[in-house]
């Protein structure tokens, strides 16, 4: 059997296995950290800084850290919070965000992230920029307007071959989401559904799919996220 | 005492936020009960008559008369609140924001395929009577101080509902889980 680490989130006293991701080690101990651009499975990029948390008095994203024992972690701080909820009115305010006219919403992460946060306003003036749609693919669209640039399908979505469809181009704020079209096209139904699921927010939409889930029966409409590890109160 | 007073108005809105108000259901009977109505398109009253309390703002600003109507509130009510996404964020009709103006006239009055045949002469509204349509559609904070949001398309009913009774009676204010929305 493997070594058994302890830590603390919040003077909670958890244990993991040693060499667990903090996010997945909070997961088992039944601890919500937020995550945005990190997903379970595939290699963490910390860019998103959302899962920042303070270990020993420092802050570090969870998603890029592997729990070492003894650790002390604070996850829910009034400092802390306040930090995710400018992370979230940031990405708002330098995305265009309709939420009504968009068919993510209600399943969106970006969102739901908006509503644990209470954020009734974002807090910085709206950029509004111009961004580019590309229809070009046959199973979905990529909508750049809503694109967090968390770089889940670039390091998620590969083809048979093991090759990327999706890829970062430019640089800086000029970086935007491109789609091998050829090998998208190979994708089957299911993939590109699989796809649209990876993307946190309503970039990548399945095409011929439209608003499906009725208002009150889609993901976030009752339930906060991060419910299903950890009951909280919003 | 006399009851608070309060105005509304919908200016880049559809309307549709002050359906929401309507959506309350019995409880206007409540709300009649609880505050008196000044400018409001709920009255037809057109004019402040005197200094209200709260001014309910729906919709954004994307002309000059919406401009106007906002500072005129913002001079007469002690508190604005920015009511659905429209007023908060500029709403759909912000997804104009990145098409060019021209562009945008154009296609309204003389490619859409309603009007290109129906417009021989091509003409374009142009006429000092016209409000001037702004460069983008700007969310009401960014033009006026807003004291409050309520983010909803609409604002659910209870979000409302709650809201203007904690304004009104001083009580604090909650907000369950499901009708804080953004859609």
């Known amino acids: ?234 | 005492m006399s009851k608070p007073i309060v105005a509304t108005t919908s200016l880049a809105g559809c309307f549709g936020c002050h359906m929401s108000i309507l959506d309350i259901d019995e409880r206007i009977l409540q709300l009649i009960e609880l505050v008196d109505f000044n400018k409001s398109p709920v009255d037809d009253i057109k004019e402040f008559t005197e200094m209200c309390d709260i001014g309910l703002i729906e919709g954004g600003c994307c002309n000059s008369e919406n401009v106007h109507v906002l500072k005129d509130f913002r001079k007469n009510c002690k508190i604005l609140v920015s009511v659905g996404e429209c007023a908060i964020m500029g709403g759909l009709p912000a997804l104009r924001n990145n098409i060019p103006i021209r562009e945008c006239l154009e296609e309204a009055y003389l490619n859409g395929p309603s009007t290109k045949d129906a417009n021989p002469d091509r003409i374009m509204p142009n006429n000092e009577e016209l409000p001037i349509i702004l460069d983008k559609v700007y969310p009401c904070h960014e033009i006026v101080k807003i004291d409050y949001y309520l983010p909803g398309c609409p604002p659910r009913a209870d979000l409302i509902w709650n809201a203007l009774v904690a304004l009104v009676t001083g009580d604090e204010l909650k907000l369950p889980y499901e009708v804080v929305k953004f859609d």
């Open chain 1, 1 to 234: 059997m493997s070594e058994q680490i302890k830590f603390t989130i919040d003077g909670k006293a958890c244990t993991t296995e040693k060499g667990t991701n903090l996010v997945k080690a909070a997961k088992e101990n039944g601890v919500y950290i937020p995550i945005l651009c990190h997903l379970e499975g595939i290699k963490p990029a910390g860019s998103c800084r959302i899962c920042n948390v303070k270990i020993n008095g420092r802050f570090m994203t969870a998603c890029t850290t592997d729990v070492a024992d003894g650790m002390v972690i604070e996850n829910i701080t009034p400092e802390i919070q306040e930090l995710r909820k400018i992370i979230v009115e940031t990405l708002f305010v330098s995305g265009n965000h309709f939420c009504p006219a968009c068919e993510k919403s209600g399943n969106c992460e970006l969102q739901a992230l908006g509503y644990r946060y209470q954020m009734m306003v974002p807090r910085f003036p709206y950029e509004f920029e111009e961004k580019e749609v590309d229809a070009n693919s046959n199973k979905f669209y990529i909508d750049r307007n809503r694109c967090v640039l968390c770089k889940r399908c670039v390091r998620s979505v590969k083809s048979k071959d093991g090759r990327s469809i999706f890829a970062v181009k430019g640089r800086g704020h000029k970086a935007i989401i491109n789609i091998d079209h050829e090998l998208a096209n190979q994708l089957s139904d299911e993939e590109a559904m699989e796809v649209m699921n990876t993307c946190p927010v309503g970039s990548i939409l399945k095409k011929e799919r439209g608003y499906v889930d009725p208002i009150g029966r889609r993901k976030y409409d009752t339930q906060p996220i991060g419910s299903e590890i950890e009951t909280i109160n919003v």
